[in-house]
């Protein structure tokens, strides 16, 4: 990301002029060069004075997400910019894409995952993207337009779950932890559909792209959606038939991130950017947008990387 554009160089003063017969041409010259020079020095203080409103210390920053229409973008644009700070919001259809365009440099951050994906993402990819600063952790949970309770789910219901690695295994610990099916072994942030214990289960699972498990409501009995995708399709989340618990410590591999490559770990710029976004005005936004499901999460960044590395060992060790 480039830094802000520094100051130019002050022009020296031309020679003092000859007597000229036409001095009035040479009044208007001498003019001329000193408001070039006055205008270069008023440039180079106003980019010295620290003001956020000065043209040239604005630095723009490309963030990619999913959740682009989020009502949180607008109010953490306006505060950044406050500060000297273009946002510029870089909306992406699925989860596959951000990493892929923050590793290669089209992006400076992105905000759309959590430290389990990203750790798949990382051990997958050979690449080094790290958490910056923590933002929340949602519930993942359970709907249906057929039926009003878990218990009236029947035996052999279908259920849609999100076919990427990390939230499929979080959707299944879902339903186990409500008591619809059973994984071998207890389960784990690296379950797949393969350790379900069918004969002790009550239901099946149909994997389908997380942004195909609200539209398969109309056909599945029942979904596990993520959050990203409940409030767009109209569903109110107090309709869960049932959720995990973003507040316990089992939630940690869920929390969100603001995600930098590890080069710009400490980037000032962008650690401002995650500051802002805790501001109370952003912050109720989110809470709103969330129908106050999320819980936010101010974890120091040593401590993100922590639980990054402890799933990727996790993740190389399954393998």
């Known amino acids: 990301m480039p830094d802000a554009t520094p100051p130019g160089t002050v022009p020296a003063l031309p020679e003092k002029p000859k007597r000229s017969k036409t001095p009035w ?67 992406f259809r699925d989860y596959t894409q951000a990493n892929p365009a923050l590793a290669n440099g089209q992006l400076d951050l992105n905000l759309f995952q959590h430290l389990q994906f990203l750790a798949n993402y990382n051990v997958e990819s050979g690449q080094n993207l790290v958490p910056i600063a923590s933002t929340y952790v949602v ?62 289960s009550k239901v099946t699972v149909l994997p389908v792209d997380a942004a195909q498990t609200a539209p398969a409501l109309d056909s599945a009995d029942a979904a596990v959606i993520n959050n990203t995708f409940v409030g767009p399709a109209g569903i109110d989340p107090k309709s869960a038939l049932f959720q995990d618990d973003p507040r316990s410590s089992a939630a940690e591999p869920y929390i969100n991130a603001f995600v930098a490559r590890a080069k710009d770990k400490d980037n000032a710029t962008f650690l401002k950017i995650a500051d802002l976004y805790h501001s109370k005005a952003v912050q109720d936004a989110v809470l709103a947008d969330s129908k106050n499901t999320a819980v936010i999460v101010q974890k120091p960044q040593a401590d993100l990387i922590a639980i990054l590395r402890s799933l990727e060992t996790s993740i190389k060790a399954a393998k």
């Open 25 to 91: 041409i040479v009044g208007i010259a001498v003019v001329a060069v000193l408001a070039i020079v006055g205008g270069v020095v008023a440039v180079v203080n106003a980019g010295n004075s620290g003001s956020a409103d000065a043209a040239d210390t604005t630095v723009a920053v490309k963030i990619g997400t999913t959740e682009q229409s989020a009502p949180y973008w607008p109010i953490l644009k306006s505060e950044a910019a406050k500060e000297g700070i273009d946002i510029q919001v870089v909306g």
């Open 139 to 200: 519930p993942l949970s359970l709907y249906s337009k057929k039926f009003t309770s878990l218990e009236k789910l029947p035996a052999g219901a279908k259920v849609a779950i999100p076919n990427d690695p990390t939230n499929q295994a979080r959707a299944l610990l879902v339903l186990q932890k409500a008591g619809l099916l059973k994984l071998k072994n207890g389960g784990s942030t690296l379950s797949t559909p393969a350790d379900i214990d069918a004969a002790a």
